[in-house]
């Protein structure tokens, strides 16, 4: 039966700043947590940095000439915080904010909406040197930052996002240590998960503040999609323990004002929670006019006695899974299991069915709250085949079941408003460097040459006409 998609949905591409935009100390802009980290010896796969990206800062035209060709009627991009504020506080350095002027109105002329995220993971590094995240002062310095970034774009920008992924940021960069800034504290982590939700509901206000109180504005969450390797009680255990400290930190706050009890009582032997203080959450649940969901992949969970306790179950070994679920020193007496069935590049199982299940869980939870898919892609293997072609059946094929799993979220009720592919171009994949290729559209390193894949053109006729075409189509 053909997929069609409702009139009005928004089929687009997204990329990050540090990621793809290059010239990192050109025009005033200043350094970031990723210009130290990626310098640090066996941190990043290859020695790799972003100092060159893909060269978007001095490419972007060409881009968005490339976006427009495909099809897309908006471009989800992350401003570069030490570009607007080199050192994190103060006033706004005008040419990194020229810079994001001129991307915004070349998109607008090549009619493709420019979706804003305020922050992806590039923190200036004199902020993480007087605390980073885990210091609640770094929230009222993102809320200064954003007041300046949405006076400076605020009539041209149709939907904010204040901040990317903030699991990564808190778990990944001070528990686990796997990003910027490299950090192993689990309660310095927890403590940076209530900075970053304070930082969202500020820096949502000050958004409203610069560019009116009409100004549309949401949150990127990676909620984990976990599910109990069996019914056992101490499975369904594991998975309720998981939830709690992978998702309910984040959703609990922002949609209810409350963290979960039960998560304070877990993590009582990191932290006492003494950073939340009287009238934070009330800062943190401010009005949320979407939300954004990235998703890649699922986990299958058993407690320390559950399923598999007897040898009958293979348990995953840390890698290669280990980006997709909570540092070990946050969580004890939860065990992944291996999940049979075929698998990207970064090792992550397909399983496009915990897409639909996580947008309708979301739906019956908030019915109001409009659903952005604003990250969903797949790293594979690519190589320019001896016809100029990038051939990545297996991302078409991704792509392809992932958007019918968001079809059937449409049929069932949910409210999503649209889709961007991750990503655009190949970049520096963060810890991954340039190893690991997400983009539809391929990035020869050497010349920086940009080739249209098979899953690029194939998603082109879905941008164009809004009908989900089949994979054996992808040219």
């Known amino acids: 039966m053909t997929r069609r998609f409702p009139d009005g949905f928004v089929w687009g591409a997204a990329t990050a700043a540090y990621q793809v935009e290059g010239s990192t100390d050109a025009d005033g802009r200043g350094p970031s947590i990723w210009d130290t980290f990626s310098r640090t010896p066996g941190a990043v796969l290859g020695g790799h940095t972003g100092d060159l990206g893909t060269d978007h800062y001095r490419r972007f035209a060409e881009d968005v000439a490339l ?12 401003v570069a915080w ?29 009619g ?23 210091d609640r002062d770094t929230a009222w310095r993102f809320a200064d930052y954003a007041g300046l970034v949405a006076g400076a774009l605020g009539d041209r920008v149709p939907l904010w996002t204040t901040l990317n992924e903030p699991w990564c940021t808190a778990y990944l960069g001070y528990a686990s240590g796997e990003h910027a800034p490299g950090v192993q504290d689990p309660a310095r982590a927890l403590a940076a998960v209530h900075t970053l939700n304070l930082a969202h509901g500020l820096g949502a206000r000050a958004v409203r503040a610069a560019a009116g109180d009409a100004a549309q504005v ?44 039960e998560v304070v009582a877990e993590t009582a032997h990191l932290t006492d929670w003494s950073f939340v203080r009287d009238g934070d959450l009330d ?32 348990v995953q070994a840390a890698s290669p899974d280990g980006d997709q679920r909570p540092p070990a020193n946050l969580v004890t007496g939860v065990r992944w ?87 655009l171009l190949d970049n520096f994949e963060w810890a991954y460097g340039y190893e690991r290729r997400f983009g539809i559209v391929h990035v020869d390193y050497a010349t920086l040459e940009r080739t249209v894949k098979d899953s690029g053109h194939w998603y082109r006729r879905l941008a164009t006409t809004g009908v989900l075409p089949e994979p054996v189509h992808a040219g």
């Open 67 to 78: 976006m427009a060709d495909l099809g897309l009627g908006a471009y989800r991009f992350s």
């Open 218 to 261: 949401s949150v990127t969450l990676n909620l984990q999609v976990n599910r109990a390797a069996s019914t056992a009680p101490e499975d369904v255990a594991a998975k309720a323990r998981l939830d709690r400290v992978a998702n309910e930190v984040f959703l609990g706050p922002l949609l209810d004002g409350a963290y979960p009890e």
């Open 112 to 134: 493709i909406d420019p979706v804003v995220t305020l922050y992806h993971w590039d923190l200036p590094q004199p902020l993480e040197d007087a605390g980073g995240w885990p």
């Open 337 to 423: 299991l291996h999940q049979p069935g075929p698998r990207t590049a970064m090792g992550w199982v397909v399983d496009p069915s915990g897409l639909t299940g996580l947008l309708l869980d979301l739906h019956r939870r908030r019915p109001d709250l409009p659903l952005w898919i604003t990250e969903n892609g797949a790293a594979y293997p690519d190589v320019v085949a001896d016809d100029g072609r990038v051939h990545d059946a297996d991302r078409v094929g991704y792509l392809h079941a992932h958007l019918d799993a968001v079809g059937a979220a449409l049929d069932a009720g949910a409210d999503v408003r649209g889709y961007f592919a991750w990503s």
């Open 82 to 110: 030490p570009r607007v504020q080199p050192t994190g506080r103060g006033p706004a350095n005008q040419a990194g904010l020229d810079f994001y002027r001129r991307l915004a109105d070349t998109l607008l002329a090549h």
């Open 283 to 314: 800062l943190v649940r401010t009005r949320l006019d979407a939300l954004g969901v990235n998703y890649y992949t699922t986990a299958l969970v058993a407690g320390a006695g559950g399923a598999g306790a007897d040898g009958t179950a293979d």
